[in-house]
């Protein structure tokens, strides 16, 4: 009897093991603590090093850095989905006071709005909150160093401002909606803002000598948002099987696939790389990879995850610098993807449909060319080719019969049902573009209106 889909091969145990170990070995790092999901649940972690003088678990907090980036952006997607504000909302709709009003939020979420990357002042990631009390410190009097939207350029003040957007918008502290939006439907009970036992001290690794120093571990106040919490393994899995399916109690998984999608390419980097709504997108290996990575002195961390194969990695260490966190999550990931590939789930039919939404599945056509329109269970309706490729999009329904497209060349557009004097669906309109139950439908209003000699042979030659 074959292994349940849930559990490793022992042989890729060891492996995983084995790329674990000489990762810590050859990054030189105190500890280093990994797991990998599969198919929505955590099926292996370790640890190698020592931590107060044993090997970490999946329980033991590290700090993640700018993986909390990735927090504060479901939070003003949540925000989004509730219709309390939109992505082309520029900041001082929602947040007034700031020298930066003019940016939009959509724009801070892709680090696309030109901001500086740090915050003026001493090094913000060593030094204490007290430093920078008010907003206004976190930006300085010149914060726009490039025209908006000309480039990507990463901004962790912009995250700060995020995050006192969200807490501006709903009258709560934003480590507090944090906790009650996300951190506790996704069961992350040992996320926190300050360090809770057991937890890993940060060090930094002499360069020439095998000797370490303690970094400071600050609280940073007004920048949290953009990388203070702490987390386990065990709970970054957790983050990596939502980044994955996404989940109904914080983000329906179409808008997590949003976050998925590339907004802008990243500063000074090639073609494999690209920045969505708070996740950083890589392609490693013939593999589309989504998550973030994440620094502060005496930590790194990094979660990736691969939708396409139901796997994600989590890899967490206690040092400033050497250990390449990036790399060894996406090989642990691909490790899995290699050895035991994906088991897709049985086809199933939908337990149920609505019956005017049955009506409209099969074939449409724009012009000549056939199309098929799909519905499923959840009112979402899906629109592609039918020969694959193309402009297709996912839908989801906005009421009154019109959907909102999801993706590809029709993001953002809307599907509306056109009905005849009679009251029976005569085409489909999104966009501008009519779709048809016949090729040219005469009875239809086909833009520029249909040669009324209709279809015949053609000419000999």
């Not at 036992?197 to 948002?225: F, I, K, R």
């Not at 959840?378 to 839908?395: I, K, M, N, S, Y």
């Not at 779709?435 to 009324?452: A, E, I, L, M, S």
Request: hydrophobic letters at 45%; aromatic letters at 6%; proline letters at 9%.
């Amino acid at each position: 009897m074959s292994p349940s889909p849930a559990q490793l091969l022992p042989e890729t145990r060891r492996a995983l093991i084995h790329r674990l170990a000489t990762g810590q070995v050859e990054g030189r790092a105190p500890s280093v603590v990994a797991a990998v999901v599969r198919d929505g649940q955590a099926v292996w972690a370790d640890g190698w090093g020592a931590v107060d003088g044993r090997a970490p678990d999946a329980d033991v907090q590290y700090r993640i850095g700018s993986i909390t980036k990735i927090f504060t952006a479901v939070l003003v997607l949540r925000l989004r989905d509730e219709g309390l504000l939109a992505l082309t909302d520029p900041l001082d709709k929602h947040l007034p006071g700031t020298v930066v009003g003019h940016a939009t939020i959509g724009a801070l979420l892709a680090h696309t709005a030109g901001l500086v990357a740090e915050p003026p002042g001493a090094w913000w990631e060593r030094t204490p909150a007290e430093l920078r009390p008010e907003l206004t410190d976190l930006l300085g009097s010149d914060p726009q160093i490039h025209p908006a939207g000309q480039r990507h350029h990463y901004s962790n003040p912009g995250y700060a401002l995020l995050g006192a957007l969200v807490e501006r918008v709903r009258g709560r502290a934003w480590g507090d909606v944090l906790r009650r939006e996300v951190l506790e439907p996704l069961a992350m009970t040992r996320t926190t803002l300050l360090p809770v036992a057991p937890h890993a001290t940060g060090w930094a690794v002499h360069p020439w000598a095998d000797v370490l120093l303690a970094e400071p571990a600050v609280d940073t106040g007004l920048m949290a948002p953009a990388g203070q919490l702490w987390s386990t393994a065990a709970d970054l899995a957790k983050l990596a099987a939502f980044l994955i399916e996404g989940d109904e109690r914080v983000l329906h998984p179409d808008t997590v696939a949003r976050m998925r999608a590339p907004m802008s390419p990243p500063e000074t980097t090639g073609a494999d790389n690209a920045y969505g709504l708070g996740l950083q997108l890589v392609r490693r290996d013939g593999r589309s990879l989504a998550g973030h990575t994440g620094s502060l002195p005496g930590f790194l961390a990094t979660v990736w995850v691969s939708p396409e194969d139901a796997l994600g990695a989590v890899v967490l260490g206690n040092v400033t610098a050497g250990l390449a966190v990036s790399a060894l999550a996406a090989d642990l990931l691909d490790t899995v993807a290699q050895r035991e590939p994906r088991i897709p789930a049985p086809w199933r039919p939908l337990a149920s449909v609505d019956p005017q939404l049955l009506n409209l599945a099969g074939p449409w056509y724009w012009g000549p060319a056939t199309w098929v329109l799909r519905p499923s269970a959840d009112g979402f309706l899906e629109l592609a080719p039918l020969a694959g490729g193309g402009r297709g999009t996912r839908l989801r329904p906005l009421g009154d019969e019109e959907w909102e497209g999801l993706s590809g060349y029709f993001a953002g557009e809307r599907l509306r049902i056109r009905r005849d004097a009679a009251g029976v669906v005569s085409h489909l309109d999104l966009g501008t573009f009519v779709f048809t139950r016949q090729p040219y439908d005469p009875t239809t209003p086909v833009p520029g209106g249909v040669d009324p000699a209709g279809w015949r042979p053609g000419q000999a030659p």
